[in-house]
């Protein structure tokens, strides 16, 4: 089972370059989230999507762009990189099924912007 | 909105021993699902434990258990007989019981824990 992929695994940037992490998973999840993590804050919630066409700012959106146009892919974007967001990000899934439904989680992406 | 405070940076336990982790946070909701995940150096996320705020019995996994305290709004993962794959990053997380909210999660900084042998 392949779960949650996210590609690339490492990833350097220049300060003002643009790139799209990638997110994809073969379970049928409605549910998709990107979150960063950092020393001393935890795993914190950028976007977060209920479906394909429906997408919302999570906690620290700001700098990132996202879209759902299937059910599978959720891509995060970083229009023109800074400092700033350099991180490790996760990907996660889960479905809409009644009562608790467990989130999966990629493998996570670490990200330098220099 | 809600907040995860894990107040313990760093720990570290010996072999075969056992430590208590712990969690506080703030909500004004009745329903919610409370979590331990774990994480290795791999960066792989492993769920741990999971407690739904409406049972008031503890949850337990082999190892792993929970002191749940909802009134107190305290969380602490309590590790038994610890082993040195027991090392990692855990993190505390909260989850809202409504759906439309599309299970997002609120995490804690993390507490380091080394096992020593």
């Known amino acids: 089972n392949a779960g949650v992929t996210q590609t690339p695994k490492f990833q350097v940037l220049k300060t003002g370059q643009s790139m799209t992490l990638q997110c994809a998973q073969d379970m049928n999840h409605e549910y998709m989230s990107w979150y960063r993590q950092d020393p001393g804050m935890g795993l914190r919630l950028i976007h977060y999507s209920v479906g394909a066409g429906i997408t919302d700012q999570g906690e620290v959106p700001n700098g990132y762009n996202v879209s759902r146009s299937t059910t599978e892919d959720f891509p995060l974007r970083l229009l023109s990189a800074a400092p700033s967001q350099t991180s490790v990000y996760f990907c996660a899934s889960s479905s809409s099924g009644q009562g608790y439904t467990e989130a999966f989680f990629g493998q996570g992406t670490r990200l330098t912007v220099v | 909105a809600q907040t995860v405070t894990q107040s313990q940076p760093e720990m570290s336990v010996q072999e075969a021993e056992t430590v208590t982790l712990s969690c506080t946070y703030d909500?004004?909701?009745?329903?919610?699902?409370l979590f331990w995940y774990k994480q290795p150096p791999s960066r792989q996320m492993i769920l741990v434990i999971r407690q739904e705020a409406y049972k008031q019995q503890n949850a337990t996994e082999n190892r792993f258990s929970v002191n749940f305290q909802k009134a107190a709004k305290s969380f602490s993962l309590k590790i038994s007989d610890s082993q040195l794959g027991d090392t990692a990053m855990y993190f505390c997380a909260f989850m809202k019981h409504l759906k439309e909210y599309g299970n997002k999660l609120v995490f804690g900084a993390g507490t380091i824990l080394r096992v020593k042998s």
């Open positions: 909500t004004s909701e009745n329903n919610y699902y």
